[in-house]
């Protein structure tokens, strides 16, 4: 895999990317196609995009120090670069350029995929992974693109940051790798903020996927109006013109029928729209005779009186919509539906979503819901398995919406046994202050303090008291973090796994194999 420092030969021509009446002359040819000053390298050109924290053309001077053969900058923009030396293009949008010139610049991937894009509040990670195995059953070669890790055939690539959708040098670059590869088919993650800031524009998709719209990131969108908007882009670039593509497929908008905001989404695209649902018996493929395990469930998928059985290797109701969503965008795609639910049957799960931590005399899962609603879902999925309590750890990220410390801190009140509240990226924001506001939703929903819930800042010793507290037939949930590998503070991030964390707990207090050693 190339990186930010070591790109590959250009694989097109940055400047078709451009817009129309944009003059092209004079403009050199590009090494890369960078926004980070700090990244530039003799040759590249540097796309100068404002961000919440800093103005990209505040840097051009440094990024043509640095070797910058041309700069895009934003018409309008107040700033002297035409004194720089090189070549400046003005555009209405920057980072509309940045995706296009980028697009452009690796020759225009996405028009030899079929582009499936999976958008939603909860599950668009393993929806994607379920898409991505069954369409591999499927014989085909498959890319993948999410918040846990990028797939270029049988290559894993993990993503080490904390954006689901990376910026769009990244994206191109990865699409133009998978059609190196042999990929036909590709499948993106695709979030409300990466749609909004145009990451994963020029992607050409092919199917779009909705899975479910609870409140969520609304330190960044503002309103619901404006989350739920964006996450829409996604069907209206359904119906944006391009060449026809190698493989022809109909383009189609996957959409869960048991959520109440599917008839929005139905009605952003003009393209066939293809519902499926666990409980609505009206949707175009639906669920029958749903059976839920401990350890994942049984169904039967229903399309076109064509009854296909099915089963998940993860547990929940939320989990079988999941992988409806998978095999109902096999069936959209003209591909065996019965060998897609089987390569769906054979996933053995998504890293750090409800993944089983063994060792324990009771089950420990680790799990990434990080929103009241995600958590809610999570202890639904594993309530009824149950036989004795459900002891969650969990907190809640700093620097975003405090909606979000009130809406876990109700959902744990009204459906966990016992909760311990910990560290979850507290960033610059005091631990204590964040757990506190988990506390008083706690407490304003009825759950008293040392009966219902603990505080415990350290992440480690939260694990650590809820396995001290946990007996056999309880189940430890330990939320928020799920497959990310750093927490961040006021003094940047440091290492960490709760996955790790968790077996290193349990190797200490019952003697099972700690991470590093052979299960």
């Known amino acids: 895999m190339t990186t930010d420092s070591t790109p590959a030969k250009p694989r097109g021509d940055w400047r ?69 030396g090189v070549p400046v293009v003005r555009v209405p949008d920057t980072r509309v350029a940045l995706a296009a010139v980028s697009a452009a610049h690796e020759g225009t991937p996405a028009n030899s995929l079929v582009v499936i894009g999976v958008t939603g509040t909860d599950g668009k990670s393993t929806t994607s992974f379920l898409i991505h195995a069954g369409l591999q059953m499927c014989g085909l070669k498959v890319g993948l693109l999410t918040t846990i890790e990028s797939r270029i055939a049988d290559r894993v690539l993990p993503n080490p940051t904390r954006l689901t959708s990376q910026e769009a040098p990244f994206v191109q670059r990865m699409l133009a790798e998978m059609v190196e590869a042999g990929c036909t088919h590709v499948v993106i993650e695709s979030t409300s903020i990466g749609l909004d800031l145009h990451r994963v524009d020029c992607c050409a998709f092919d199917v779009a996927v909705f899975t479910n719209l609870t409140s969520d990131h609304l330190d960044y969108h503002g309103t619901m109006d404006h989350y739920r908007a964006s996450k829409g882009r996604l069907f209206e670039m359904l119906d944006e013109p391009g060449p026809e593509k190698p493989k022809r497929v109909r383009k189609s908008a996957v959409i869960n029928r048991d959520d109440p905001a599917w008839k929005y989404f139905a009605g952003r695209t003009s393209s066939r729209v293809v519902t499926y649902a666990v409980d609505d018996v009206e ?73 089983r931590i063994p060792g324990a005399p009771f089950e420990v899962i680790v799990d990434y819901a990080h929103t009241g609603a995600a958590l809610a879902k999570a202890v639904e999925a594993v309530r009824e398995v149950v036989d004795g309590r459900i002891i969650a750890v969990f907190g809640c990220a700093g620097e975003r919406a405090r909606e979000r410390r009130s809406g876990l801190g109700t959902v744990a009140a009204q459906r966990i046994d016992l909760s311990i509240l910990t560290d979850e990226d507290p960033r610059s924001e005091p631990s204590e202050a964040i757990i506190d506001e988990i506390a008083q939703a706690m407490i304003a929903a009825g759950a008293a303090e040392g009966e219902r819930f603990e505080r415990v800042p350290d992440r480690s010793a939260a694990i650590a008291r809820a396995l001290e507290l946990a007996q056999p037939g309880d189940l430890v949930l330990i939320a928020g973090k799920g497959h990310e590998s750093t927490i961040e503070y006021a003094d940047g991030p440091r290492p960490w796994d709760d996955r790790a964390a968790a077996r290193e707990a349990i190797a200490a207090r019952f003697g099972a194999p700690s991470a590093g050693s052979a299960e």
């Open 283 to 355: 949707a175009d493929v639906h669920v029958e005779d749903l059976m839920l395990w401990p350890d994942g469930a049984t169904f039967a998928v229903v399309a076109n009186d064509e009854y296909v059985e099915g089963s998940i290797m993860l547990p929940g109701a939320y989990n079988v919509a999941n992988a409806t969503a998978a095999i109902t965008v096999a069936a959209v795609l003209r591909l065996p539906v019965e060998i897609a639910a089987a390569g769906v049957a054979q996933c053995p799960g998504v890293p750090g979503r409800m993944e």
């Open 16 to 84: 078709e990317g451009l817009p129309e009446g944009v003059a092209r002359e004079g403009l050199p040819a590009a090494h890369a196609i960078r926004f980070d000053s700090r990244d530039v390298q003799p040759g590249d050109v540097f796309v100068s995009i404002v961000g919440g924290q800093a103005d990209g053309h505040a840097y051009a001077a440094t990024a043509v120090e640095r070797g910058a053969a041309a700069l895009v900058a934003l018409e309008g923009h107040e700033d002297d670069l035409d004194s720089l």
